[in-house]
């Protein structure tokens, strides 16, 4: 599996990270299988957050850790928190409850990463710093990151901050692509030419921020899947080619997608089937060209200027 430095930091991580939301659906036995698949392909980082399984994901993979005997050195573990019932939460007490709460049902010390949950419009930096420049100090995390955030409310809360944002989990997929369209589209009076994010992707680029793409099979989150769907059945086609050109699968087509892009994204993959796991990781094995590249963008239904 190929690796990469994630953001400003020292540590050398898979280019595909494993998704735990699903892992509570998972019975023990479940679950150590896909951690072991996942392992054995290289995927050794994993990415949690407090909400997945209401807590129930994080306590499955330390139960299937501890049973598979896997050293904490195995594997890097993210985890993220800030969504509450009904309304987001980044107060300092909150972030310290929610990282207790992880540590102990993941069974470990520190974590590697901790991301913010999506904006929390009603932030106060002051506070998000102060807490995590306590977690840093004790040594319960050791790099802070944001999710779903754009520019601006990065640049806000990195002005209150000693340490550096070293990552922004973002959607992307071929189907789902707001961050690349106004970037292909500026000056444009189109739908596509509507600048989102502030330039978000430019933005991690220059400030060394890894961009984690997550739901990278799906449209939206409520509307399921693009694979086999038939409103994006040139996509599908286009992707299929390109496998039998490659000699790969039709997943690893998907993620190598991702990986292609010259800001070194990291994807992040849900899929708990052990199968599917193996088929995703043959991206490591490929580099799509340019071409290929922006075929898959335009048969996406995206027009280029």
């Known amino acids: 599996m190929a690796k990469q430095i994630i953001g400003t930091t020292d540590v050398e991580a898979s280019r595909i990270a494993l998704g735990c939301m699903r892992m509570a659906a998972l019975d023990l036995s479940q679950a150590e299988e896909t951690i072991r698949t996942a392992l054995d392909e290289g995927i050794s980082f994993i990415d949690h957050a407090d909400i997945y399984g209401n807590g129930e994901s994080e306590i499955r993979f330390a139960q299937a850790a501890k049973n598979l005997g896997l050293s904490r050195d195995d594997y890097l573990l993210q985890s993220k928190c800030g969504i509450r019932k009904g309304f987001f939460d980044f107060s300092k007490d ?9 540590l102990k049902r993941l069974e470990t010390d520190y974590l590697d990463f901790l991301v913010l949950h999506r904006p929390d419009i009603l932030m106060e930096p002051e506070e998000v710093a102060e807490a995590f420049t306590e977690l840093e100090k004790v040594g319960k995390v050791r790099y802070f990151g944001v999710s779903n955030q754009n520019r601006y409310q990065m640049e806000l809360l990195q002005a209150y901050m000693d340490q550096k944002l070293v990552v922004n989990q973002m959607q992307l997929s071929p189907a789902h692509t707001p961050m690349f369209d106004s970037a292909l589209n500026v000056n444009m009076r189109n739908q596509a030419g509507i600048d989102r ?3 978000l992707v430019d933005y991690c680029r220059l400030n060394k921020v890894t961009i ?3 739901s990278p099979f799906q449209i939206d989150l409520d509307k399921g899947l693009f694979t086999g769907n038939p409103d994006y059945q040139e996509l599908n086609e286009t992707i299929a080619n390109l496998a039998d050109q490659y ?8 993620i190598a997608w991702i990986l292609r892009h010259p800001a070194q994204m990291q994807a992040i993959v849900g899929s708990m089937n052990p199968d599917r796991l193996r088929k995703i990781a043959q991206a490591n094995s490929i580099t799509l ?3 290929d590249w922006y ?3 335009r048969s996406a239904g995206n027009s280029l200027p």
């Open 295 to 297: 075929d898959i963008y």
């Open 94 to 102: 909150h972030i310290m409850a929610s990282v207790d709460g992880i």
């Open 197 to 199: 994010d502030n330039g």
């Open 289 to 291: 060209s340019r071409a």
């Open 247 to 254: 000699r790969v699968s039709a997943e690893a087509i998907i």
């Open 212 to 214: 984690q793409a997550w």
